[in-house]
């Protein structure tokens, strides 16, 4: 298995989505786990990072082994 460094993403959401109102963002902080721990997503109201272990997102999508 080849070590892969995650990729990691800032997200704004009150830039990306200007229309949203405020009530849409009722936590605080949160730290949520997607695809099998494999993504992350640690958000402060609308600011978020993502930290992306998947390596190549298609073949894992595939069932390819890597």
Request: proline fraction near 3%; charge should be positive.
């Amino acid at each position: 298995m080849k070590m892969v460094l995650p990729k990691i993403t800032y997200v704004n959401y009150k830039k990306a989505f200007p229309t949203m109102h405020d009530g849409c963002f009722k936590s605080l902080f949160s730290f949520d786990r997607f695809w099998g721990g494999k993504l992350w997503n640690i958000s402060c109201k609308y600011y978020a990072i993502v930290i992306d272990f998947r390596g190549n997102w298609i073949s894992d999508m595939m069932g390819d082994k890597q």
